[in-house]
C-alpha cells in the first residue's frame, strides 16, 4: 500500500511547545510547575462567561454571518479606531475561530507557491509552517537579544529579494516578550512600502504591553493599505478555550480571506461571539486587573532569572521571559529537559521559535506569584548543580 500522507504533512515539525507539555503530562503533575504553556492562569471574566450563557438560554445557537455578527464586527470596527487609531470598516473585518485560524487565512489569501515570505524570529511555532503548507518559502529574519528583539531595518533589508512578498511581525512578541514603539516601526515602514511588500501583523497580546501603549503597525503612515492585522481575545480576556480572534485588511485582500474562511470555518462559534461583543463593553477593568498583576509578576519573576544567573532583558509586552542560558554550558534542548526531570520546571527550549532563540528558553509568568518564586528557586539549584 502506498503511502498516503502528503510530503508538505510529512516534513512539517511537530510544535516544540506541545512535545514538552507532553512530556509534563506523563510526570507527576502535583509536582510539576509548568511554565511552558502561553495561557492566562486566569478564569474568563463572569460578566464576558454570562453573556455567552444568556446567548444559550435564549436559542441563540445558530451560524452567524460567516464575516461575524454584525454588532460585534461593528463593536470592533469602533474599538480599533477609539484603542489604536486603525480605521477599519466592519465590512473590513472577519470574526475568526482564534488568531490561529485568522493566521492561517491570511497567510492563504497572499501566498502564492513560490512566494518569499519574511518571517520574525523567534516566531510563534505555527507560522513558518503555515507559509509552507501555503506553498510559500518561509525566511527567518532575525531579531538579537542587544536589540530588545526588535525587528531593525538592516536586518530586514538583508533578507529582501525580488522574491519577497510578505512580512510577518508579532508585536509584543511570542516568545520573547519585545515590542516594537511608534519609532521602531517608522524606521522599517519605508523599506515595506519601497519594497512593495504587504504585512501581516500579529498583535493577539496587545493589551499586554507594560510600558506606554502598544501601536497597531497600520496605523503608521503608509502600512494601514498594505497591512493585515491579526488581534483577538484569548490573551487580554483569558478566553483561550472561547476560540475567538479577528483579521482587519483593505477590502480587497479581507474579501479574498472571506472567501477561504467560508470554506474552511464557515463562521466563529456563536456564543463565543456573544462573549466578545460583553468583553469589548464592559470587561476593561477587569482586563486592566489582570495585566496588572502581570506586570507584577513579570518584574518578580524577571528579576529572580537574572539574580540565579540566567540573563534576562525585561519583557515589555506578552507574558513571556525569554531568558539566556548560554552560560550553562548546556543546549536549550538539553536544559529544557534535565530541568523538567531533576527540578519539575517545564519550560520551553528557545530553538522550538526558530534559529534566534537558540541559547534561550522559553518560560511564561502566567501563573500565580507562589509558584514562580518556588519555580525560581528550583531553577537557581538547577543552575548551581551545573556549576
Given at each position: 500500500m502506498r503511502n498516503f500522507v502528503s510530503k508538505v504533512a510529512a516534513e512539517i515539525p511537530p510544535s516544540g511547545i506541545r512535545k514538552f507539555f507532553d512530556l509534563v503530562l506523563t510526570m507527576d503533575n502535583d509536582q510539576v510547575i509548568s511554565l511552558?504553556?502561553?495561557?492566562?492562569?486566569?478564569?474568563?471574566?463572569?460578566?464576558?462567561?454570562?453573556?455567552?450563557?444568556?446567548?444559550?438560554?435564549?436559542?441563540?445557537?445558530?451560524?452567524t454571518s460567516n464575516r461575524g455578527l454584525p454588532d460585534l464586527c461593528s463593536a470592533l470596527s469602533k474599538d480599533l479606531e477609539k484603542r489604536y487609531h486603525t480605521p477599519y470598516s466592519p465590512n473590513e473585518i472577519i470574526v475568526t475561530t482564534g488568531v490561529s485560524e485568522g493566521f492561517d487565512v491570511a497567510v492563504?489569501?497572499?501566498?502564492?507557491?513560490?512566494?518569499?515570505?519574511?518571517?520574525?524570529?523567534p516566531c510563534f511555532v505555527s507560522y513558518k509552517s503555515e507559509v509552507i503548507m501555503a506553498g510559500g518559502k518561509p525566511v527567518s529574519l532575525p531579531c538579537d537579544a542587544k536589540d530588545q528583539f526588535k525587528v531593525t531595518p538592516d536586518a530586514l533589508m538583508e533578507k529582501i529579494t525580488q522574491n519577497s512578498k510578505t512580512l510577518i511581525i508579532n508585536f509584543p512578541n511570542n516568545p520573547t516578550g519585545g515590542v516594537m514603539g511608534k519609532d521602531d516601526l517608522k524606521a522599517i515602514a519605508d523599506i515595506i512600502?519601497?519594497?512593495?511588500?504587504?504585512?501581516?501583523s500579529?498583535?493577539?497580546?496587545?493589551?499586554?504591553?507594560?510600558?506606554?501603549?502598544?501601536?497597531?503597525?497600520?496605523?503608521?503612515?503608509?502600512l494601514w493599505e498594505r497591512t493585515i492585522t491579526l488581534n483577538g481575545f484569548s490573551k487580554a480576556y483569558a478566553m483561550t478555550g472561547w476560540r475567538l480572534g479577528y483579521l482587519c485588511a483593505p477590502k480587497e485582500i479581507c474579501d479574498a480571506a472571506l472567501k477561504i474562511h467560508q470554506y474552511v470555518m464557515m463562521s466563529a462559534p456563536t456564543a463565543s461571539q456573544f462573549a466578545?461583543?460583553?468583553?469589548?463593553?464592559?470587561?476593561?477593568?477587569?482586563?486592566?486587573?489582570?495585566?496588572?498583576?502581570?506586570?507584577?509578576?513579570?518584574?518578580?519573576?524577571?528579576?529572580?532569572?537574572?539574580?540565579?544567573?540566567?540573563?534576562?532583558?525585561i519583557p515589555k509586552g506578552a507574558f513571556y521571559a525569554f531568558p539566556s542560558i548560554e552560560g550553562t554550558g548546556l543546549s536549550d534542548e538539553e536544559?529544557?529537559?534535565?530541568?523538567?526531570?531533576?527540578?519539575?520546571?517545564?519550560?520551553?527550549?528557545?530553538?522550538a521559535f526558530?534559529?534566534?532563540?537558540?541559547?534561550?528558553?522559553?518560560?511564561?509568568?502566567?501563573?500565580?506569584?507562589?509558584?514562580?518564586?518556588?519555580?525560581?528557586?528550583?531553577?537557581?539549584?538547577?543552575?548551581?548543580s551545573l556549576s
Open positions: 511552558g504553556v502561553g495561557e492566562p492562569d486566569f478564569d474568563t471574566p463572569w460578566n464576558v462567561s454570562k453573556a455567552a450563557i444568556t446567548s444559550i438560554e435564549k436559542g441563540l445557537t445558530m451560524y492563504r489569501a497572499v501566498v502564492d507557491p513560490g512566494d518569499e515570505v519574511i518571517v520574525v524570529d512600502i519601497d519594497h512593495d511588500l504587504l504585512l501581516i500579529d498583535e493577539v497580546y496587545s493589551e499586554l504591553t507594560y510600558e506606554g501603549s502598544h501601536v497597531s503597525a497600520a496605523s503608521i503612515d503608509g466578545a461583543i460583553e468583553a469589548l463593553k464592559n470587561a476593561e477593568d477587569s482586563k486592566n486587573e489582570m495585566v496588572a498583576e502581570y506586570r507584577i509578576r513579570r518584574n518578580l519573576f524577571v528579576k529572580g532569572l537574572n539574580d540565579v544567573g540566567l540573563p534576562c532583558h536544559f529544557a529537559e534535565r530541568l523538567l526531570k531533576e527540578q519539575q520546571v517545564a519550560v520551553v527550549p528557545g530553538s526558530g534559529e534566534s532563540g537558540v541559547g534561550h528558553i522559553r518560560t511564561c509568568y502566567a501563573v500565580d506569584r507562589a509558584k514562580l518564586t518556588e519555580a525560581v528557586r528550583r531553577i537557581g539549584v538547577f543552575v548551581e
